[in-house]
């Protein structure tokens, strides 16, 4: 079907204007695409691959520092870098509506949602009072927010992220765009709440004959969503596709890499069958609420309420949920990161939960963990060798200075980096280097479990399976067990021996990660499983036509 | 008769001493900050702004001049018959008096205006044959070398080329000593020296100018009792340099210690501490530090066989002050600190930490302090300028430094009755104001250069 173009993106460029202390870099090497009408239109990439300057850059909202340096950009016909400012006011927002990543900070907090939505109507389409109203509610009652009329005048603080979200949707079509720009649209949001997310977007395009320009680094969303997709590296467009044709085949060796690491199906591993490692009864985890002048307590959260599970050496365990399941504490309680409120914890056969604070000291060295972000992880002010060394001198592995530099090296080349990166410091490295340094630091003190707290999910989709890849690696190599914290359902195939799925602060369903993927008996790993944008079955779907 | 240099008496006053073991930390911590790759990289970024540079350049010329005059002398009185002991005068003399050549014995009567050749007020004289009659009498020191005030105009000029022409060599020798310095040791960044260049001459050039002016003149003027008024305000200098860093630094280690506490170990230690300060915050400042200045009064009075010297009574006056000054105004950035420490103690950094099971004291002293080091430094510049302003408005109400001991408080507090005399004495306060308001302005700018550079929210990072 040819259908009209909408957008037309030629040759833009953009460049970092020349500080006194750098030189000019180039950001967006020219690049070109269009997007047509009632299209979903995905730009996929790592992070600082230039995904998210090049849609500032169609608004012209670049922040002054960056400079588009030439291209130009097509808009039903109309070269919108020709208008001046006051044009340009009525391009953005009327023609071209932006939906950004994170809906807390995109609502203005003391005002009502209902308000915030009048606000685009009043400011483009000049509506007043009761028809005003009107289409505020019919908008809000078309994102699917429940009960507008009550709703109306509520705040963003009373919503959950979803609604959040649904109600920046419905700022962005007050208008009726005809290009939508979604910047990772869904990124900040629970699996299951994704779900609705994106299928809000499909059902809002078919019916308004909108375009989207999706930005996005899941390839899962991709999958989902998108009719044709982009993939930039490096400011580069390295391949444009069709998104049936892209799954199949893939062109370029960056985007033969993007989806190396996607799940192929059925390849599970299998279950270790040995004596539990680590096991923890009915542990419970509750923080006081306390009230009033003398701090009484009054109520409790019940963060964790109530979870056993066990992990064998040499096993992965995954402990998926959604945010404020519970999940991490579960890890930082096994750690005494938190205080267990009841409960037992056993480890190699010992009870370590009723140990005090030196007996658990060598405990310490069998179990580490590994943080999500590796950015806060590491202390910006410690080069590489203080990082590393810090445990290792207070846990006393290393007799002396010569035989913990000894480890420290062979550490760094056994994670994939260089001895010679001991002298440098965090700054200086990639957030996948960085990951690595920060398993190295675990590794260090010879542990037999690590607790892997999301421990790729900051970084990009590349450098995930790298990650992983790594971790399974060592597992092989020293038999470690992992107690895997993660949200994210795709990497589980791969990586994990067995499964625990945990909701507000129980565990709902546990089981081999064959069993649980393939065959899940709880309702809530159903729609758990069922949320995850699955790229198997939607190109096995087309394959089949 | 003349006195060498080495017949003097050395005298070390409390707050000199501090003032040299206070130069020197800071040029250890700077010297530490210059070793972590991380801290040298956002030094650099306050200095290459041209303005950033200034500031500094003009704050280490008021240290300078406040180190000079912390060291201090007594000069041995002439030797009198039969007398084998030698004895010091009373007075105490700085080296800051060295180089302005016995400006402080040029002392005239009472108020002159600058450059004046003859008094400000009126008297009455006799001349010749013995008749009474009121006019302005000539000054005793001022003008003395002119054989006739009408060539005043024509000396002043040429006194001043001269003096410029000397501050021009003199700032020609330490620049092009730098620049040579730089041609070898080719630093591989490049910051704004143009600027510093540009700031050390000007400031070589005003110094030159007043000091050569200042044998001949009394450029500012003189006060009430005839002091010479630029002088005092050089002189007030050492006040305002000392009062600003050791109440800063006397805050410090309370903020610091109480702050990072209440914020690490939170639970009955932060509800000690921030009733502490709500408490103390709540109470005015000014009462506090008046209650606090009287009753060190008193213990003057009743120790009387301690502070056998004018100076040292003063000094002593003066660093309790600092300590009053410190005691009361380090609620702030302990309110700060206690909020980063909260909010450091969360990351994950300090976690992993945890987890390795290291000792609360290495957390703190490794992982928590380095990172609230910027908040301590942003304080810590943004302070000074306000315990000098302080200081000021102190002596104003009368609770300040001791009359005896120059400072620009004093001279604005004189300036009550100049200012409402007429025909205005208008030259004390002007000049307290103008050197007050060169520090106050400089620290100002280098402080908004430090947080540009060390402040997460500002960029940068």
């Not at chain 1, 979903?40 to 340096?69: C, D, E, N, Q």
């Not at chain 1, 320009?213 to 998108?226: C, F, K, P, Q, R």
């Not at chain 1, 949920?321 to 409120?341: C, F, N, Q, Y």
Request: with cysteine; aromatic share 8%.
């Amino acid at each position: 079907m040819q259908q009209e173009i909408l957008l037309e993106v030629q040759d833009l460029s953009v460049e970092l204007l020349a500080t006194p202390s750098q030189a000019s870099k180039t950001l967006i090497q020219p690049i070109s695409f269009n997007i047509k009408k009632g299209e979903v239109f995905a730009l996929v990439g790592g992070s600082g691959s230039g995904k998210s300057i090049t849609s500032l850059a169609l608004m012209r909202l670049l922040p002054s520092a960056l400079h588009i340096t030439g291209g130009q950009v097509l808009l039903s016909g109309q070269d919108i870098f020709a208008y001046n400012e006051l044009q340009m006011n009525s391009v953005r927002g009327k023609q071209i509506a932006m939906v950004f990543q994170e809906p807390q900070s995109a609502l203005n907090p003391v005002q009502s949602i209902g308000q915030q939505v009048a606000e685009s109507l009043r400011e483009h389409q000049k509506l007043q009072g009761a028809e005003l109203k009107r289409k505020v509610l019919s908008l809000l009652e078309e994102v699917g927010i429940p009960e507008p009329e009550q709703r109306y005048d509520w705040y963003p603080h009373q919503l959950s992220g979803g609604q959040k979200q649904r109600v920046v949707i419905a700022i962005a079509l007050a208008c009726e765009p005809m290009l939508l720009v979604a910047d990772e649209p869904t990124t900040a949001l629970d699996v299951t709440i994704q779900k609705q997310i994106l299928s809000l977007l499909d059902d809002i395009r078919r019916r308004r004959q909108l375009a989207i320009l999706l930005i996005t680094h899941d390839m899962g969303v991709v999958a989902e969503m998108a009719d044709r997709v982009a993939v930039m590296q490096k400011g580069a467009i390295v391949e444009q596709a069709l998104v049936k044709d892209f799954f199949a085949s893939p062109q370029h060796p960056y985007s033969q890499e993007l989806l190396a690491f996607l799940p192929k199906g059925n390849e599970f591993c299998q279950p270790v069958t040995e004596d539990a490692l680590l096991e923890l009864k009915d542990i419970k985890v509750w923080f006081p609420q306390r009230k009033g002048l003398l701090q009484r307590v009054y109520d409790h959260t019940k963060a964790v309420d109530g979870v056993s599970l066990s992990i064998a050496p040499g096993e992965t365990l995954a402990l998926v949920g959604e945010s404020g399941s519970g999940k991490t504490t579960v890890g930082r309680a096994i750690l005494r990161l938190e205080d267990i409120s009841a409960g037992e914890v056993y480890f190699a056969g010992q009870r370590i939960d009723v140990l005090n604070k030196n007996k658990f000291l060598p405990l310490r060295k069998k179990i580490q963990i590994i943080f999500q972000d590796p950015f806060s992880s590491m202390n910006p002010r410690f080069s590489v060798r203080e990082i590393l060394e810090e445990g290792m001198k207070s846990l006393g592995v290393g007799i002396n200075a010569s035989e913990r530099e000894t480890r420290m090296q062979q550490l760094l080349e056994k994670v994939g980096l260089h001895a010679g990166h001991l002298d440098r410091f965090p700054h200086e490295f990639s957030g996948g280097q960085r990951q690595r340094i920060a398993i190295a630091r675990a590794l260090a003190v010879e542990p037999d479990l690590i607790i892997c707290d999301e421990p790729t999910s900051a970084l990009d989709l590349s450098i995930r399976g790298q990650v992983l890849d790594l971790l399974q690696e060592l597992q092989r190599e020293f038999g470690i067990a992992y107690l895997l914290i993660t949200h994210d359902l795709s990497i589980i195939p791969k990586v994990a021996h067995r499964v625990a799925v945990m909701k507000e602060g129980r565990i709902v369903e546990q089981g081999s990660s064959q069993q649980i993927m393939e065959n899940p008996q709880n309702e809530y790993t159903q729609s758990l499983l069922a949320s995850v944008p699955s790229l198997l079955s939607k190109v096995s779907d087309e394959e089949l036509f | 008769m003349s006195i060498s240099i080495l017949d003097v008496k050395p005298v070390f006053l409390f707050s000199d001493i501090l003032i040299y073991i206070l130069v020197a930390s800071l040029g250890l911590f700077f010297y530490q900050l210059m070793r972590n790759p991380l801290s040298r990289a956002r030094w650099r970024g306050v200095f290459q702004s041209a303005a950033g540079m200034a500031a500094f350049v003009v704050i280490c010329f008021y240290v300078l001049v406040a180190l000079l005059d912390s060291i201090h002398y007594r000069e041995p009185l002439p030797i009198l018959e039969n007398q084998t002991e030698v004895h010091y005068s009373q007075e105490i003399r700085s080296a800051l008096d060295l180089i302005f050549v016995g400006v402080h014995k040029r002392s005239e009567k009472t108020y002159s205006s600058p450059f004046s050749l003859q008094l400000f007020t009126k008297e009455n004289m006799q001349d010749e044959n013995d008749n009474l009659y009121r006019d302005y009498p000539m000054l005793k020191h001022a003008g003395q070398h002119l054989s006739s005030p009408a060539e005043q105009g024509q000396d002043v000029v040429n006194k001043s080329l001269l003096a410029l022409l000397v501050g021009l060599l003199i700032s020609a020798v330490f620049v092009g000593s730098h620049m040579l310095w730089r041609k070898i040791k080719k630093p591989t960044t490049e910051l704004p020296w143009w600027s510093a260049y540009l700031t050390a001459t000007v400031l070589v050039l005003a110094g030159s100018w007043a000091i050569g002016l200042s044998q001949y003149y009394h450029i500012a003027g003189t006060n009430i009792v005839g002091v010479d008024v630029f002088y005092q305000s050089i002189k007030a200098i050492r006040t305002g340099v000392l009062i600003g860093t050791l109440a800063t630094l006397l805050t410090l280690p309370i903020a610091i210690v109480l702050g990072i506490s209440a914020g690490y170990f939170r639970g009955w230690v932060d509800d000690a501490v921030q009733y502490i300060y709500t408490t103390l915050s709540s109470i005015p400042g000014i009462l506090l530090i008046a209650a606090s200045v009287l009753l060190i009064d008193v213990y003057i009075e009743l120790h009387p066989e301690s502070f056998s010297l004018g100076a040292v009574r003063a000094d002593f006056k003066f660093l309790a002050l600092c300590f009053i000054l410190g005691m009361t105004s380090w609620t702030g950035l302990c309110r700060l600190l206690r909020a980063e420490t909260l909010k450091v103690s969360q990351l994950d950094y300090v976690q992993a930490a945890h987890a390795f099971g290291v000792s609360n004291l290495r957390v703190i002293f490794k992982h928590i302090l380095p990172n609230v080091t910027h908040i301590i430094l942003i304080a810590m510049v943004l302070d000074f300028s306000v315990f000098v302003l302080a200081e000021a408005v102190l002596s104003y109400i009368g609770v300040g430094v001791d009359p005896s001991m120059a400072s620009w408080g004093n001279m604005i507090n004189e300036a009550r009755s100049e200012l409402s005399r007429d025909p205005v004495v208008w030259w004390p306060v002007l000049s307290a104001f103008v050197l007050m308001f060169v520090l106050v302005l400089a620290a100002n700018v280098f402080s908004d250069r430090v947080r540009d550079a060390f402040d997460p929210r500002f960029g940068k990072g």
